[in-house]
Structures are given as structure tokens and as C-alpha cells.
């Protein structure tokens, strides 16, 4: 090459962005807050977005499209404004729309989904973002540059939020990755990403890979399960597993999402105990929480999203708080051996009949575009990295339960 040739640049790898990349884009003016963004709020492999000042009660959610901004929306729609600079009530049902303290201007090659945390899952709040002229709900396309707001219903318990609470993330990612099964059995040669307990799991004898080799007992509980992601079960365990289930009771006082272990369990809480039919019958418009059997790894080159295993139907749905972050179950060093999925599930308008080991969901591995700098789990303050059927943060770890046998 010459003396003044051009410099070549590296061409950047595609992806979900890691937390090091996330940072670069803050630094470069790509995500836009005032305040500054906390350390806190940049995950392993998104960013958790605040809630702004204002939430306006509006008549009725709206679909997003390309007719009128959200702002003018919110005028046509308003019911009344709350003041978040104070703790201030959502009551149940009702919906809000909550401008974001963040705005972003991205680049031609990023894009962006989001999805509630964790937390907001379990609590039943309905969340999802909105962008000025986008397509759908939870998309930022690429290379948006604009306002976010964030929609909230809070469908079990009235909830009391402040300004700047964070009730969803969003993650970036670079061009299309592909997300295909023969990636996901090329990463379970090589890491176990499934355990089961007492050591359950799929049909052994008859699994084989291509070719006619036989797959080893070690790879078996996660190669045996892939179908469009990993497939996920419900546990519902026998008589010695206790608790198998959460379900939401109805007339419960507010929630404060500031608060952590403020809350006794049993106010808010009916505890099922594992029922020795291995059955379950969901009633219409109650909210369960539920483990899976399956205790999942991630590892740290991916992440990985909950999907329900069959989307057709309507009268059901399971974890729509559905984002892993590489690390979760797995540690920096492999060293966890796997941890459970909790699933939000709720019965529509019919009795839904589940049964242990039934399959209710897959999930779904995402390629990161690089390693990030730090991984899910204790010392970023991760609340379920191993979890068991954990209710949320803002309950009591020690709950004083009474166990309820299963209808």
C-alpha cells in the first residue's frame, strides 16, 4: 500500500450488542439522557431505561404506525397526567404511557428490541415500548433517531412508581444475525446447556445426530430438545417438591417497585402445592407463576430469548418478561450448572389444563457480537441468577406461606 492510502476499518462483527460496545455508543452521543446513564443500568447485553416525569392516563392503547407521533397521541388520548417526581399510584387496568429518559440517534447498522425486566414480568405489568414512526411495539429500527416511550398496564396489583424506576431494557444489535438450530447444536457440541432434575430429562436411547452417531450422554439434555430453540417444560414436580406454583391473588394492596423485601408473601401470593396428579388447571384471568423443569445455561458469547412454543394459541401465553443474558446459569468460568426459567403464565377467556413436563415454550439463542465485559450474576447485582421458582424482588425470601393443594 502507499504511503496515503486509506485506512481500512475493521468491519464490525453482527449481533447482540455486549455492554463494552453499549458504552461506546453512549460515549459517542448515540443514546442521549439527561441525567447521565448510571453504570447500573448498562447489563451485560442491554441497557435498562428509566421512566421520565410524567405518565400520561390515556383512554385506550394504540397501535404504532406512521400517521401521527406518539406525543400527539398521548394529546389525543389523555385522560390525566401523574406527577412521577413523587411516589404516585397506577391503578390496575388502567393504561399509562411513560416518556423514557433515554433518546437515541443510531447508526445505519443498529437496531433494537426490548422486552419488560424480569421483575416487571413477574409482577404482571404490562410494558412495551414505542418509538415515533415505528411499525410495531418493542422495535427500534435502524438507525432510529428519536424520542422512547413505554406503555404500562399493571394487570394484577396497583403499583406505586417513581421517576425513574426501570421496567424494561433494550438491547442493540448490529445487521441480522442468524438464529438457527444448526448453530445452537454447533454450541451444545461444545457446552451443556441443559440440566434437569434428579438428572430427568428427554428420551435417551433413541437420540442420534446426523449420520447415525450416537449422541453422548452429556449432550443429550440439550441436543434432544432443540426444535426452533431449546424446548421448555413446565415442573410441577410430585409430592415432596412443594411449592410448584404461585398464583396471584386478586384485591391485594400496591406494590411499591422501589421497595425489595418489604412485602409478605401470603398477602399477595396463594403458594400451590405440587399436586401428586402432576395436573394443573389454569383459571381464566388468573396470573401463575410457574419453574420450568429444564435448568438453562447461557453461555457468555450468547443470550437467549423466551418464546411461547405455539403462538396460535390465543387463550394461552407464558413469559412475556423474556430476555437471558449471557452468563445467566452459566457464571464467568462455567462453574453453574444451569438454572430454571420462572414463567409468567396466564389463562385467557378458557380453563387451560397443564401437566408436568408439558412443553409451553422454546428458547431461542442469540449470537452476541462480541464477549461483554462483565456477565449476569452476583457481582452486577443480577437478582435470579440461581433461582429457583423465586418470586420478585419485592417480596420476602423467607415468606411465611400456607400451601394450597392444587384444584
Known amino acids: 500500500m502507499g504511503l496515503f492510502s486509506p485506512t481500512v476499518k475493521p468491519e464490525r462483527k453482527t449481533g447482540i450488542l455486549p455492554s463494552q460496545q453499549i458504552r461506546e455508543l453512549i460515549r459517542n452521543g448515540k443514546i442521549v439522557s439527561s441525567p447521565e446513564i448510571a453504570d447500573g443500568q448498562i447489563q451485560p447485553a442491554s441497557l435498562d431505561l428509566r421512566l421520565g416525569n410524567v405518565a400520561h392516563r390515556i383512554q385506550a392503547s394504540f397501535l404504532p404506525g406512521r400517521s401521527s407521533p406518539v406525543s400527539s397521541k398521548i394529546k389525543d388520548l389523555k385522560l390525566a397526567e401523574l406527577d412521577l ?68 398496564v399493571s394487570r394484577t396489583f396497583p403499583i406505586v412508581l417513581t421517576a425513574g424506576v426501570k421496567l424494561n431494557q433494550l438491547r442493540f ?37 446426523g449420520g447415525n452417531k450416537p449422541v453422548d450422554q452429556e449432550d443429550i439434555s440439550s441436543t434432544a430438545i432443540i426444535d426452533r430453540g431449546l424446548r421448555t417444560t413446565i415442573h410441577l414436580g410430585g409430592p415432596r417438591s412443594g411449592i410448584s406454583a404461585y398464583k396471584a391473588r386478586k384485591n391485594s394492596p400496591p406494590v411499591d417497585l422501589a421497595k425489595v423485601g418489604a412485602y409478605e408473601v401470603g398477602d399477595f401470593w396463594e403458594s400451590i402445592a405440587s399436586p401428586s396428579s402432576g395436573r394443573l388447571v389454569l383459571n381464566p384471568g388468573d396470573f401463575y407463576l410457574l419453574g420450568s423443569r429444564e435448568r438453562f445455561r447461557i453461555p ?41 426459567g420462572v414463567l409468567e403464565v396466564r389463562a385467557h377467556e378458557v380453563p387451560i389444563l397443564l401437566e408436568d413436563e408439558q412443553t409451553v415454550g422454546r428458547l431461542v439463542y442469540h449470537k452476541m457480537a462480541d464477549v461483554p465485559e462483565k456477565l449476569y450474576g452476583q457481582s452486577i447485582g443480577s437478582s435470579y441468577q440461581q433461582q429457583g421458582l423465586a418470586l420478585p424482588k419485592q417480596f420476602r425470601t423467607t415468606p411465611k406461606i400456607e400451601l394450597v393443594a392444587a384444584p
Not at 425486566?117 to 432510529?144: A, M, N
Not at 394461552?316 to 430476555?323: L, Q, R
Open 173 to 209: 444489535v448490529r445487521g441480522n444475525p442468524p438464529s438457527t438450530d444448526g448453530i445452537l447444536e454447533q454450541l451444545a457440541r461444545k457446552e451443556h446447556l441443559v440440566y434437569y432434575e434428579n438428572g430427568g430429562g428427554p428420551e435417551r436411547a433413541s437420540v442420534e445426530r
Open 85 to 152: 417526581t413523587k411516589p404516585a399510584l397506577l391503578e390496575r387496568g388502567a393504561v399509562f404511557i411513560v416518556p423514557v429518559v433515554e433518546s437515541l440517534s443510531l447508526p445505519r447498522d443498529i437496531g433494537g428490541k426490548a422486552n419488560p425486566k424480569s421483575t416487571t414480568g413477574r409482577l404482571d405489568i404490562f410494558t412495551r415500548l414505542i418509538t415515533d414512526g415505528g411499525w410495531e411495539f418493542e422495535q427500534v429500527p435502524r438507525g432510529y433517531s428519536g424520542n422512547l416511550y413505554i406503555e404500562i
Open 300 to 340: 457468555p458469547t450468547f443470550a437467549a430469548e423466551m418464546e411461547q412454543y405455539d403462538p396460535s394459541m390465543g387463550d394461552f401465553s407464558v413469559h412475556y418478561a423474556g430476555f437471558f443474558d449471557p452468563g445467566f446459569g452459566y457464571g464467568g468460568e462455567g462453574e453453574i450448572k444451569g438454572t430454571k
